[in-house]
């Protein structure tokens, strides 16, 4: 069974930088993209990043130029570095597997299929 675990969510201020980090173990199937996405309290759960086979990277368009997906085959790993964060970006972070061939955008949740527990950033001005 295939396990994802999120770390490094914390508190900051608005302008600062968190860098999270997911861990994935036990069955790792194959063909499985990673990406990360998030919910804020009443809104509805939105992909933020997601990485493709081949590397290619998918931001939503709020994140761009300032937050970086990326990934260490070897270790299990996936990160996704924040900067200059703001206030409207306080949610629970998740990462989560979708099949990397598939239809619908690779920031669309409903293509993920394995998801971790996520982690809480909070931003504060």
């Known amino acids: 069974q295939v396990q994802l675990v999120e770390s490094g969510g914390g508190s900051v201020q608005t302008g600062e930088s968190l860098r999270l980090s997911c861990v994935v173990s036990?069955?790792?199937?194959?063909?499985?993209?990673v990406g990360w996405l998030r919910q804020a309290a009443t809104k509805e759960r939105a992909g933020v990043a997601a990485l493709g086979r081949d590397g290619r990277t998918t931001y939503a368009d709020s994140v761009k130029g300032r937050f970086t997906i990326s990934r260490d085959t070897a270790k299990n790993m996936a990160y996704l570095q924040m900067d200059s964060l703001k206030v409207e970006e306080t949610a629970v972070y998740y990462c989560?597997?979708?099949?990397?061939?598939?239809?619908?955008?690779?920031?669309?949740?409903?293509?993920?299929?394995?998801w971790g527990q996520g982690t809480q950033v909070t931003v504060s001005s």
């Open positions: 036990g069955y790792r199937p194959s063909g499985y993209c």
């Open positions: 989560a597997l979708r099949r990397c061939v598939g239809s619908g955008s690779p920031l669309w949740p409903g293509r993920y299929e394995h």
